[in-house]
């Protein structure tokens, strides 16, 4: 792989999810790319599966893997729209209704990350079933206190693949504007190709 130009990460942005719709073996498919909100922070855990083998008495060997990814997103204020089509939750005349042991749909969660130079990571994690949203709710005093959401996702392999993530960056010569570009326009069933065609929200022409 070619040698990134040096620059550091600054800002979490645009955060995005979109249903798996279904994750066989000869694929995974995804539902619409629906926003999130607006990101303030994304705690990214690995999960990690380890072992060691002892002989004579010492270490001889020991191995670790990754087995899954937890998240921890905080953003400003979830969509009312985006909390009912994850957690399935009915709604009659505006009102939405929140029964206990509703299960979350599995989604793909991505954001973007702005770096000193201009340039952006880009980060796809492929398949998670998100835990009921936590909200931190203030009473505002002598200054005015905003309340926040935050989401906890398990995000286990892929059936189809084995795959927990996809991400890229900017700052690498090997991706190109196109790649870039196509990131967050649909699901992500597979890496964008280098030679993605995006298609413009204006005219709905296809351009390189």
């Known amino acids: 792989m070619k040698t990134s130009i040096t620059t550091y ?32 922070q994304a705690q990214i855990t690995a999960s990690v599966a380890s072992g060691q083998l002892y002989g004579n008495g010492v270490i001889v060997d020991s191995s670790a893997m ?25 709604v009659n005349d505006g009102i939405v209704q929140v029964k206990a042991g509703v299960k ?18 880009l980060v796809w994690l492929l398949k998670g079933r998100p835990q009921p949203i936590n909200s931190d709710v203030k009473q505002s005093e002598a200054n005015i206190n905003y ?5 906890t996702i398990d995000f286990v392999r892929r059936k189809s693949d084995g795959m927990l993530k996809y991400f890229a960056d900017e ?14 326009k ?23």
Request: charged share 25%; proline share 5%; glycine share 6%.
């Open 9 to 40: 990460r600054i800002n979490i942005k645009n955060p995005v999810y979109a249903e798996v719709l279904s994750d066989e073996n000869e694929g995974t498919t995804y539902g619409e790319v629906k926003s999130l909100g607006e990101a303030q």
């Open 66 to 90: 990754l087995a899954g990814l937890s998240m921890v997103l905080s953003t400003t204020k979830i969509p009312i729209e985006a909390q009912v089509d994850i957690y399935n939750y009915e």
């Open 104 to 121: 979350s749909k599995y989604i793909a969660v991505g954001y973007e990350v702005e770096q000193t130079n201009g340039s952006r990571e």
């Open 147 to 151: 309340s926040t959401d935050s989401i």
């Open 171 to 184: 700052a690498n010569p090997e991706l190109t504007k196109a790649q870039a570009d196509a990131w967050f």
């Open 186 to 208: 649909e699901g992500p069933s597979k890496p964008v190709p280098a030679n993605k065609k995006v298609i413009d929200e204006n005219d709905q022409s296809e351009t390189n």
